[in-house]
């Protein structure tokens, strides 16, 4: 990796549909270490935002504590980040969603981050249903104090020193289905043919979608026992391809009938997947977490579109809020003025 | 027996088992006074309980317009044998006591000292309704009808305020009105009315109270109406005594003012947070992407929003609390109140912290400044306390009428847009261009190309870029002093009367005494009494923090200053002894923690006792003797 990041561009780079290069949604270098999964997930990320084509301004990336939580200052460098407390992300995303509900709002954050200190908020958020995308940068252990297991380490997996994890992990993505998340995914930082796409669909989404990927820690974590390696990831991943086809774009792509389902999202954009065998369905809730768990019984990552619900009712919706987002509004709309306190004042007399 | 007499200057109590229903027989009591434009202050003194324990509500009456807690009861109301003997012991000598004697007193717990009336209010309740609901709850309107003949309580008022509160139900209004002439009549035939202590409309009233057109209401509502002059959006909570109400009352306006006419939708929103980090985090949030934004909450909430505080005050974001302070620590007496958050609301959060805190002191400064403090808030960006307590927040309070400047625009602070952005000539989140320590911020979404930045609670530049330098750190930590200086002149100034002239002054001291919040009202009060013994006190109180450069002053300028505060510790003694000047030993605590709102007499007998004046030696002598 390299300290400084070159501030040449090629000239000619292709230009998204709103004008801006792939370089535009660039961050600050990474100071995370060589070959963190992480930094994929940063470039999935920017990718895809590129691609939905999204201006940069109207996103906002929200983040707890952690190396996780680093990440939104490598990405999307025009965007406002707010790297906030630990584990405390998804009330500041409440608060920052609720007024200016017109940004696009994605949180990162990681297993520490979410699973422990943060689990309190974070099932709340999930009941809530925010209209976010959530990304949870999954390696099972606490990078920056040097490799402790988190919560959603595996019973049985190895640390670094030797330590087997005595615990059950907490599996972010079944919780996050049980607590009624409209969108729920998995992946792997190393897929980014699948990541990407999930991205877009997240952001896509109306509500709050939820993407647990696994990205392995390659100091604390990468090593033979830990079942959070790269090489124990890539032999049990069991993957789900997804294409993601924005509203505005023709699809051009032909797909087998047999063999793919179209989701349509709230915004017109397809989600399209490859059935796996036992024939794949996203709207079923219960059949998503009994294949979630068959395949962690048979010790395998199962990622993908688990379950999407497009036309849940998003916390806005909830809260019957006003189109206008409340950072927009003046005195007048919000002042009642002394007459009115007049007649307030006649009320306690 | 001397009886005790007063028109218009009395303190009545009543003792009842809490979830009765008497808490608004109560109330009814007390507005029918403030209806006759005689000036009152009544104060529930409750448990942390909904149904069974023991429940006070203190009436005083005060043709001076005094409204804090005088000390001591005239008046004794007493319908809890749980309580019946302390109750009976509390009446001061000459005093009243009315009961219920369906059940015999126990003969020893009668007095001579006092006037006992025994009223059957069960065994009438029972005779007169069958719904056994109504027997329970109009009991408590019975003995208000009996008082109404005792102290001369205009009937006409009673039954205008039954109108007003049961409108359109009409059987309720007869049952109730009913009840009233019940007690009345029954006073009226057995007992001499009207008692040597009564009301009298328009006699001997202090002329304040007579041209005035005061309003009855609680710190808690007006708090809540002052968020929402003040332009808050946003509100974020967790259930807490005796805070909750606040939010309670914020959405109860909302819905009233704040819903688009065009689509019926919400120019608001409230979420019911999972705790108060919570609650505290989506206020920060809110106020980063620049909507208004408020918690309301109570000590033990203060302690779980510290951090979020902490990186409030680094990140330089507006948030607004409004802390209804109770008796901590941990869950204390959490429906008793106090003045005890003051340290832990100061310098809230690890590291080093300050934040901005306003006192108010009555309902219409509730008002005031919880819409100032959003503006507060934005000018500053930063944290801003509002320190109410429960006596204030909960109870009823005759206060002067809310008022409202139409003329006044909302101050957002130092926020560029994107012509802003387009103009400034070199701009960075936290570089000091004005040199007043507050710098320009951006919100989210402005501008495509400028103005974006990443919000941290770590270190960072004057551009925003992390930064572990410790030239960078140092920098930025002594801008947010000096931006607290500039505080200073954005904050209430406190406020300060012209010195009292007295007859024969007895001492040679230059006295001053220090106070705020729901002090204040007894502290005048005490300050009046001792004025009048031949000891001019200088008084001021304290309405924000940081200090204004006159509270130095006011105390360099006395030889003692007495700092009157709720709390065991002297908790803004100890504040200003951090952050002024000052030799310690000049200032002296007159503290009051036992949950009940202090005194004007404990406050009198904690300075005479100081001072050594010679009422405070005859009570040693007394003392001694006995």
């Known amino acids: 990796m390299s300290y400084v990041k070159p501030k040449f561009r090629h000239p000619n780079l292709p230009t998204n549909r709103r004008g801006y290069t792939v370089a535009d949604y660039d961050g600050a270098i990474s100071t995370l270490c060589a070959g963190c999964g992480h930094d994929s997930i940063s470039a999935a990320i920017r990718n895809a935002c590129f691609k939905s084509a999204i201006e940069p301004h109207r996103i906002a990336k929200v983040s707890g504590i952690g190396c996780s939580s680093k990440m939104p200052t490598y990405f999307l460098g025009k965007s406002h980040g707010f790297n906030s407390v630990h584990g405390r992300m998804p009330s500041v995303a409440t608060g920052a969603s609720l007024a200016n509900r017109d940004l696009t709002y994605i949180g990162v954050s990681g297993d520490g981050d979410t699973a422990s200190i943060g689990m309190g908020q974070f099932v709340h958020l999930v009941r809530r249903n925010l209209n976010m995308t959530y990304i949870v940068a999954n390696n099972g252990c606490y990078g920056l104090t040097k490799g402790q297991d988190s919560a959603t380490a595996d019973i049985g997996s190895i640390a670094k020193g030797g330590a087997v994890n005595p615990f059950e992990g907490i599996d972010l993505a079944s919780l996050a289905l049980l607590q009624g998340a409209s969108f729920v995914a998995r992946s792997f930082s190393g897929d980014k043919g699948q990541l990407e796409p999930l991205i877009r669909a997240a952001m896509a989404h109306k509500g709050f979608a939820f993407i647990d990927v696994v990205s392995p820690c390659v100091t604390f974590n990468n090593h033979a026992g830990s079942t959070k390696s790269y090489a124990e990831t890539r032999e049990h991943l069991a993957p789900m391809p997804v294409d993601f086809v924005p509203m505005r774009d023709e699809i051009t792509t032909t797909y087998d009938p047999g063999t793919t389902q179209a989701v349509t999202l709230h915004d017109g954009s397809v989600i399209h997947l490859q059935k796996a065998a036992n024939g794949v369905k996203t709207d079923d809730r219960t059949a998503a977490l009994l294949r979630m768990q068959e395949a962690r019984d048979e010790g395998n990552i199962l990622t993908g579109l688990m379950f999407l619900d497009p036309n849940q009712a998003d916390l806005n919706q909830v809260l019957n809020l006003a189109t206008t987002p409340l950072n927009k509004l003046g005195k007048d709309e919000l002042c009642p003025g002394s007459k009115v306190l007049k007649s307030i004042n006649e009320g306690l007399r | ?626």
């Open chain 2, 1 to 626: 027996m001397k009886q005790i007499e007063g028109v218009n200057d009395f303190v009545v109590k009543f003792a009842n088992v809490n979830g009765t229903g008497s808490a608004s027989a109560n109330h009814l009591f007390a507005k029918a006074i403030f209806r006759m434009g005689i000036p009152v202050s009544p104060r529930n003194i409750f448990p942390s309980n909904i149904q069974g324990l023991p429940t006070w509500y203190e009436v005083r009456v005060s043709k001076n317009g005094y409204l804090g807690r005088r000390g001591g009861v005239d008046f004794m109301v007493c319908v809890n044998p749980q309580s019946m003997e302390k109750d009976i012991a509390a009446v001061a000598p000459g005093g009243y006591f009315l009961y219920d004697n369906t059940k015999p007193l126990a003969p020893h717990m009668k007095r001579d000292d006092i006037t006992m009336f025994g009223i059957p209010l069960t065994e009438m309740c029972m005779r007169e309704y069958a719904n056994p609901r109504l027997q329970q709850l109009l009991k408590n309107v019975v003995y208000v009808g009996a008082m109404a003949a005792l102290i001369d309580i205009d009937f006409r008022v009673l039954k205008d305020l039954l109108n007003d509160q049961f409108k359109g139900k009409e059987k309720l209004i007869s049952s109730n009105v009913h009840a009233l002439e019940m007690g009345y009549q029954y006073a009226t035939e057995n007992f001499q009315c009207p008692l040597p202590i009564r009301l009298e409309s328009g006699v001997n009233l202090a002329s304040h109270i007579l041209e005035s057109d005061h309003i009855l209401m609680n710190g808690n509502t007006a708090a809540a109406l002052g968020a929402i002059y003040g332009g808050a959006t946003v509100a974020a909570w967790y259930p807490i005594t005796p805070s909750t109400s606040v939010v309670d009352a914020f959405a109860k306006y909302a819905e009233r003012m704040r819903i688009d006419a065009g689509t019926g939708k919400k120019n608001f929103a409230i979420v019911q947070a999972e705790d108060e980090l919570s609650a505290m985090g989506m206020v920060v949030g809110a106020g980063w992407n620049g909507a208004r934004a408020f918690t309301a909450t109570s000590g033990p909430g203060l302690s779980l929003m510290s951090e979020f505080l902490g990186l409030a005050y680094f990140a330089e974001l507006p948030v607004v609390l409004i802390n209804v302070q109770r008796s901590g620590p941990s869950t204390g007496m959490p429906t008793r109140s106090q003045q005890s958050d003051v340290l832990a609301a100061a310098y809230a959060s690890h590291g080093d912290t300050k934040h901005v805190l306003l006192f108010p002191a009555t309902p219409s400064e509730c008002f005031e400044m919880s819409a100032q403090s959003f503006d507060l808030a934005e000018q500053l960006q930063t944290p801003v306390i509002l320190m109410t307590d429960l006596d204030l927040g909960m109870n009823d309070w005759m206060s002067p009428p809310l008022e409202w400047d139409d003329n006044k625009e909302l101050n957002r602070g130092k926020v560029l847009d994107a012509e802003g952005l387009d103009t400034a000539e070199k701009w960075g989140r936290y570089l000091d261009v004005d040199g007043d320590g507050i710098c320009y911020r951006t919100l989210p979404g402005t501008h495509p190309s400028k103005g974006a930045f990443f919000t941290r609670g770590s270190s960072k530049n004057e551009f925003a870029v992390y930064s572990e330098s410790g030239e960078d750190y140092v920098q930025n930590v002594d801008r947010l002093l000096r931006k607290f200086e500039t505080a200073k002149g954005y904050v209430p100034q406190p406020k300060t009367h012209p010195p009292i002239e007295v007859k024969r002054r007895k001492t040679k001291l230059k006295i001053g005494a220090l106070f705020f919040g729901t002090s204040a009202s007894p502290a005048y009060e005490a300050v009046e009494m001792l004025a009048d013994e031949g000891y001019p006190i200088d008084t001021m109180r304290i309405r924000a923090f940081p200090f204004h450069n006159e509270v130095d002053q006011f105390i360099h300028d006395h030889d003692v200053v007495f700092v009157i505060e709720q709390n065991r510790d002297g908790q803004m003694r100890q504040l200003i002894m951090n952050e002024c000047q000052i030799a310690p030993d000049k200032l002296k605590s007159v503290l009051n923690y036992s949950g009940t709102p202090i005194t004007a007499r404990h406050i009198a007998g904690k300075i005479r006792e100081t001072i050594g004046t010679k009422k405070a030696k005859v009570v040693a002598l007394k003392r001694e003797k006995a």
